[in-house]
């Protein structure tokens, strides 16, 4: 029997035969634009050639190509897996205190007199994009709590292609670019960089790489630094740092915070971002930080109330495993030398890769000067090509790099070198 006021077509049955008499929800959903590197990786994954070479992977790729896992992370993971102290128990949203506070050190230095002065905040997130979707979500109530605040916020071009998206997602929809990568210089241009940044509005804020910048691997100098922070002080403009792949960049922990250091100590307010993924070989398990340094520790319960509210309503809680690697390795001087020595290890072969690659295509005559290559540090490189020679490489080489000309050092071994710089040395000299 039909309740009352009910139609034939609502027993169970609509008149299209879906169950229910429900009209499908999903119908009218538009795709997505699909980002290069799921393009890239999808090309990868269907081509059958036997010499196909991806170079457009995030990891850091061993001397056999396969994702590498540090041997202490891997002898930790398994002292952790029998530790009696250790509880499989919920940690705060805010992540575990003692990793905090050393991915805090790390980042600022022991002795920061913002440390001492109780003038900062650290988050622990599941990984570096959630560490800048987190410092997104606060920045819409960073300035002033009664203000609906939504940019614009300044990336550089290029960047990560899914910065914008992380921006956009947290409701700040004003996203605009300045000039970081020179094509024709195949470096950094200081004076458009600043044209750009000088026109900016005030309380923009600007996203700088600290170190290894991505896609290009090209990093700022001190004395570069030094004369963006001048500007956006007195541009008053907000720093949100970057710091995806902190010491694999000149091996050293320290040297790679430098910038966020730097502009600490002139205090400057600002956000950083962190990921431990990359130095630690956790690909799997995915540790990242957001670094809030404030002007005055007064604020500082207010902007931890606002981020225990956003995590909570993002993802609640971070994973623990990874967190109790990395604050395993950072907590003991034994374990730290052992780490930096393998970390050492990465750079000095990326270094090596670099300066094979430019040697080779001196030799074959490749039109160009390659010493961009060895001048950029870290996994990743731009190496100057334009959007036809990167389709050659593709399409007839089988060698498939970012659109940007960009690529991953780690991926070249001994085994494609040659075949590498022989596809970059026909891509520029065939006509395509």
């Known amino acids: 029997m039909s309740r009352p006021g009910s139609s034939p077509d609502e027993k169970g049955v609509s008149q299209n035969g879906d169950p229910g008499g429900q009209c499908p929800l999903f119908t009218n959903t538009l795709n997505a634009p699909v980002s290069p590197e799921t393009r890239l990786l999808s090309a990868f994954a269907r081509d059958t ?196 792949t902190q010491a694999l960049c000149c091996g050293d922990m320290e040297r790679d915070a430098w910038p966020v250091q730097h502009c600490a100590s002139l205090g400057m307010e600002l956000l950083c971002a962190q990921s431990f993924s990359h130095c630690f070989g956790l690909y799997g398990e995915a540790v990242g930080h957001l670094l809030c340094v404030l002007k005055q520790n007064s604020v500082l319960l207010p902007v931890q109330s606002q981020a225990d509210k956003i995590v909570r309503s993002l993802w609640a809680r971070p994973s623990v495993g990874g967190a109790h690697v990395v604050t395993t390795v950072l907590s003991n001087s034994a374990h730290l030398v052992e780490w930096q020595g393998e970390v050492k290890h990465i750079v000095e072969r990326c270094m090596l890769i670099r300066a094979i690659l430019r040697e080779k295509l001196r030799l074959l005559g490749t039109p160009g000067r390659w010493d961009h290559l060895t001048q950029q540090g870290g996994l990743f490189c731009c190496i100057g090509l334009n959007g036809e020679q990167v389709e050659f490489l593709s399409n007839r080489r089988r060698v498939y790099l970012l659109p940007g000309g960009c690529l991953n050092v780690s991926a070249i071994n001994c085994r494609n070198l040659d075949y590498i710089a022989e596809s970059i040395h026909l891509a520029l000299t065939s006509s395509l």
């Open 49 to 244: 050639q036997a010499r196909k070479v991806d170079l457009a992977g995030r990891e850091y790729y061993s001397e056999e190509g396969k994702p590498f896992e540090l041997r202490l992370v891997g002898k930790i993971k398994q002292q952790l897996s029998t530790d009696p102290t250790l509880h499989p128990e919920y940690p705060s949203s805010l992540g575990l205190r003692e990793f905090t506070r050393k991915a805090t050190e790390v980042a600022l230095g022991k002795h920061s007199r913002a440390i001492v002065e109780n003038q900062v905040l650290g988050v622990q997130t599941p990984g570096f994009t959630a560490a800048v979707r987190l410092g997104a979500e606060l920045l819409r109530c960073w300035y002033d709590l009664s203000a609906d605040w939504c940019g614009p916020v300044y990336l550089s071009s290029p960047c990560d292609d899914s910065l914008a998206g992380i921006f956009q997602a947290a409701g700040i929809q004003e996203i605009r670019e300045y000039y970081y990568w020179d094509d024709k210089q195949r470096g950094i241009c200081l004076e458009r960089l600043l044209e750009d940044l000088e026109s900016a509005p005030e309380h923009s804020v600007v996203v700088l790489s600290a170190s290894a910048h991505y896609p290009t691997g090209a990093d700022l100098s001190q004395s570069q630094w030094a004369v963006i922070t001048r500007l956006i002080t007195s541009r008053r403009l907000f720093p949100f740092l970057l710091l995806p």
